[in-house]
């Protein structure tokens, strides 16, 4: 071989070396980058756990991990959320778990009208509930944390003060929670948090029922001037992590997701009870809403409709071969710990 051809050769190799041995080492060397889909827009309480979470990781693991966040259903939305992480679409999803009752059984019994107080010890229980069970749900995913609602109220057009007022009533509510409006004469409409906005301003339904803070954060307190706090349910969260994608961590930051577990479901309860509250200052000061509370007498008769929604809970859960009794047991007994009664 001639002297200039073989350095040609040479070079060759030396330039392969790089592109193939060198260069993607140094690529492994910036910071790991996650994808975290979210549903609802931005100002929503999701999206703000979403953020401090992010905040938390990036902080905690020293640059090592950059998570780029996707709020308002720009890379994954609420009905595939859970099969697009286990896709790898994303690598991290926030999802309702009420949108899709008969996926996340065990979990969404805490979603039954047993009566929790407030979102820290909704998001507590949840949390416990998931550890103790580990629910097949969820083999194919990382589940980095869960958290819940405050307890749900009716928000509408017109004043419901009574149960005369909400029969026939159009009331747009999700999952589990439409059998409870049904229950007490409403027209249920099923229908995620993000399309709501739209169905109130066009008058598709005449009210919603949720968590109190959406009046802000959604401005639903423009179009909704009455709420009847009935202080009914929470809706169940879960915040879920590709499977290899988490493989795919070090164990130093797979630790510090981890033992971020717990403290982020009580972050965000925390956050939605104070929430919640600045909402309803909000809402009565800039839109005169009117707060209805409902009597004991009618607390007491509106609950007692609810009941066959927990028995049809146990019977189908049986059916499944579930422990469906120890399961609402365990709810309520870590609720009494965590409510401190
Ligand atoms: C909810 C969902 C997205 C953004 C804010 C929210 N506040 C309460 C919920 C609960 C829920 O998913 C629903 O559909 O009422």
Redesign the pocket.
Known sequence: MRKKSRNFVIGIFIVAFFAVIVMPAYAQTGPVKLSYAN??PSP???CVQMERWKKEVEKRTNGKVVVNTYPGSTLLGAKNMMDGVIAGQADIGCL?M??QPGRFIITNATSLPIGFPDAKTGSLVLWDLYKKYKPEAFAKVKVLTMFT?AP?SIMSKVPVRNLADIKGLDLR??GGATQILGAWGANPVGM??PATVEALQKGVVKGLF??L??MK?FKFAETCRYVTVTDTVV?PFAVVMNMDSWKSLSKDVQKVMEDLGTEQAEWTGNYMDNHVKEAIIWSEKEYKVEFIRLNKKQKLEWNKKLQFINDKWIKNAKEKGLPAETIVNDIKSFAKKYSGQ
Do not use: G, K, L, R
């Open positions: 549903f609802p929503t309480f999701p309702c009420a949108y609602t749900t509510a999700s995620p948090m949720s968590s803070e959406v954060d809706y």
